[in-house]
């Protein structure tokens, strides 16, 4: 392997720049996607049902704008929503408005059904106003709809369409609030703007977090590996292996998402893990002067590291890869790049960097003592191993209590779904979907299609049925249906003292004969949201005004009951069940993903150490770690989400590196007829500088996302720091004193294999 590298080492060189430079020129080219839904597979259930009832209803994706002050119901105010209302109304990329100028009355004269608008005309005097407020309060289709009732709020409801690109109509509704603005203070929520968030803020992410993530790692290798020769040789791997790996997304037709963004920062933190092992080596062979020539430094080198690197690789890979056992679609691209490019660090590691070294040796420097601080790390490692030889029985039953009581935070563990609590609190989309949810039902919505004879009685009161059922559930902010439109038209004909007052008709033909009042003097497209114009659909609009998941199911559970009384069919979708499949999709995804990386680790461990007792051990401090992790999680509250569900495989794959490089270069040491004693300080010694600088490479390679703009991402840096911490603790604490302790067959084959040769001969 050295003879071929010096060989041709101009040769990778070359090839590794050119396959870094190509495919990083494509990075600009990425496209991001901000679709949550687009997270999901197209055959998933729920998706399919939106799907249908978005083809006959339209696209539910709904701007809401909302009018803030001390008292709403001012002329100034009602100016200012008028304007803005009536600016909106012409862009071709808006479908439909509710706002406090397109709400209707159905009031009765002479006996007589009449429908004229909430506001005719603009109050300005004290009379005036308040006679519009009793009408507010007074009107189905305008309290807590258009205007709260504590008369602090106004909204503007905006449906958009496909007539132009979701960021140009954004871009006019932003300039009419601009130009338009006055005392009231204007917020601006609903899915197109939390796309719109969530693109702003991948960019941002990524064009800030990934270049201080690859200068603190320059700083960290700076500090670990002392001379700036020895700095550049890993960090070029990194560099390199991360700008192909993300160069990948375009090439393959792929998209960024939240969840993607993490791919550069994975790379930038584990893809010099190799190099710092190979250059912390590299330095201790120069410092011992074992060989006189620079080719034969390159040999010892990967004599001594080759293979333990190389199935660290394989591990940390086969860890990764468990993410494609994820239903969430970029979950799976996450484990395909990262992959990829932990194989393309693997692959430079082992050849570009000795390649390098021996560039670096045939100069003057290679007659230059190293400068390399040590003695730091041998005092520790010194006084850890002494710990573990004298004392092994007692750190196991330190680190079993301490995993027992972090772990039971797990049955606290909540799932995180909902794309706004994506963002800090204090972000303006945030505080707009608080003001949604507490005074206007509800930013996130479940639709109910139901398909047969609307004006059917028994379909129509089926419906009215479900609509007041529904909103009697706690969670739910509001319920809209054309029973209620029915209702209200009765009102206008009935008097109080009729049976016949607020309810829905007996006959079909009384139900159409209320539509044609209702037509006389109104628009029969005020409805078309709620029922067809051939009468054979009508549509169920639930908003949430707690969107957890728990409420979702009890929702659909309640639905399900309900629908089964209608004689006609239905369909439950809409994006709160999307998310409440994507909850479960989660889940599943992380139960698959993390089974499938533990059982392909432990097998590549057992084959590794030639034992299954050996792949089980080196599973133990995954196993922890996974534990504690899931524990801190539920302690603090941090939920399950589509960035934190990634974590395990992850961990799994960088954390098993660490166990690995301990328990090779322990077996060498026990097949070197040293002792156990013997072995664990000079393992300790050996390894433990480099385990000890790879861990805290990567916790510093991950810090970075502690200050993305996304809430989910920060607390998925918080628990990296946390999960490599546990792992790096028990590949050089719990690891040596298991094997002190127990001394286990597979490590005593080995010595007794040594001893018996040694007889031999």
Known sequence: MADFIVKYRWHILIICLVAGISLGSLIPLSKTDPEIRNYIPLTMASRIETDKIESEFGVQDIVMLIFTDSLVITE???KQIKATDRDISKLTGV???VSPFTVRSI???DGMMIVDPLIRRIPSDTDGLELLKHDILNNRFAKDIVFSSDMTSAAISATINNAEAESVTLHKIDSITAVHAASAKVLKGGLPYVRQHVMKDVRRDATFLVPLALIIMLLVLKLSLGEWKSVLMPFSVVILSTAICMGMIPLL????SIITLLVPIILVAVANNYGIYLVARYQEIRLKETTDSNKGNIRELLGSLNMPILFSGLTTIAGILGLLAHSIIPARQ?????????TVSLAMSLILIPAMIYFRGNGRAAAEPVKVRTGGFEKLLGKLSSMIIRHPGRIISVFVLITILVASGMTLLKIETNQEKYFPKKNPLRMASGEINSKFGGSQTISVMVSGDIKDPLVMKGIDRLTTRIGEIDGVGQVFSISQAVREMSKAIYSQDESSYDQIPQTSEAIAQLFELYNMSGDPDDFKQLMNLDNTRAHILIKLSNPANSVIKSVKAEIQELTDGIPAETTIGGYAIIMADFASSIIKG????????????FILLAVILRSPKGGLLGSIP???SILIVFGFMGFTGIALDAATALLSSIMIGVGVDFTIQ???CFNSMIKKGLSYEESTRNALGTIGRSIIINACSVMAGFSVLMLSGFTSIRFFGYLVIISIGSCLAGAIILIPAILMKFRPDFIEKDMNRKRNKIIET
């Open 76 to 78: 100034e105010n009602l």
């Open 95 to 97: 479908s439909a408005r």
């Open 107 to 109: 009031i009765s004269s």
């Open 253 to 256: 037709g792929w998209k960024m």
């Open 334 to 342: 996450v484990g395909i790049l990262a992959a990829a490019g932990v």
């Open 590 to 601: 992380q139960v698959t993903s993390l089974l499938f990386a533990l059982i392909t680790v």
């Open 622 to 624: 995954l196993a922890a």
């Open 662 to 664: 301990y328990l090779w």
